[in-house]
Each structure stands twice: as C-alpha cells, then as structure tokens.
C-alpha cells in the first residue's frame, strides 16, 4: 500500500467526523448521503479507506439499528469481525442452501469463537471466553478440551 501524506491533525479530524457521521445517522439511506459527502474529501483516496467505506454502506442498515430501536447496542468490534467472517465464509460457498447444514456451520463457528484467546493489549488478553467463564483448557489444544469435558458427560460420576 502506498503512504498517506495525512497529517497526525487531519487524522484525528477524520476520525471525529467519521465517528459522528456513525453516531447520528438514523437510517441506512441517510448513512450513506452522510457517507457520499464524506467520502468526497481528497485524503480519503487511500485503496484501504475505499474499501472501508464500500463496507460501511453495505452494512449500513446494522450500523444505524442503534438509533432506530430502543434497548440495540451499538455494534461492538467483536461482532463486526464475527460478520466480516460469516460474510466471507457464505461467498467462498456461494450460498448455504440447506438449512440444517447452515445451523450446524454458524454452531460450529460460534463454538470455536468460545476458544480463541484475545490478543495481547486486550483487557484479558491471552484469555478466551471459555476460560473466563470458568472454564479449564489443562493447556490442550481447543478440539482436544471440548473432547475431555464431553467424555466428563458420559462417566458414571457424574449421575
């Protein structure tokens, strides 16, 4: 990717008018005028913000419901990167057609999501959600604990 000549100050401004443009925007129509204006500014010619914006119009409908619906969060990074994988996985195989396949598909991935630590800097990082929620892994791979606590359900101990 080629460098930006943007300054740390203009930086900061487009991340504060980007930010507002998410925060007041009641709908996806109006999202994406709001984002057609934005995305007119020259220092917005950068292959990587292009493509954050064509992403941020497709999903704009779910960028929006916060301010549509009582009681919806914003979108959380976590969710947002949870639906960049699903999109991805639905074009490698084009569709999910049948849907016992595709409820097993999203268990699975939901499943695996549980065992996968946070990055270091996070505020439990080197920790996945199975271990904060109590969980022990005994320093085995993912596949290898589900197997363990589920052979845990089949001995006679614990009737």
Known sequence: ??????????????????????????????????????????????????????????????????????????????????????????????SFRDEEVTKLTFQGMATLRNFVPFMSGAKNAHKSPFELAGGKTYGLPWIQTMNMHNAFLFTSTTF
């Open 1 to 94: 990717m080629r460098p930006t000549s943007c300054t740390d100050q203009t930086i900061r401004e487009l991340y504060k008018e980007f930010k507002l443009i998410l925060e007041n925007s009641t709908s996806k129509t109006n999202l994406e005028v709001r984002v057609k204006k934005f995305e007119k500014r020259e220092e917005l010619n950068h292959p990587l913000l292009k493509q954050r914006i064509k992403e941020l119009k497709e999903n704009a409908a779910h960028y929006t419901m916060h301010n549509k619906r009582k009681g919806v969060t914003t979108t959380t990074f976590a969710v947002d990167n949870y639906l960049k994988i699903v999109k991805r996985k639905l074009r490698q195989v084009e």
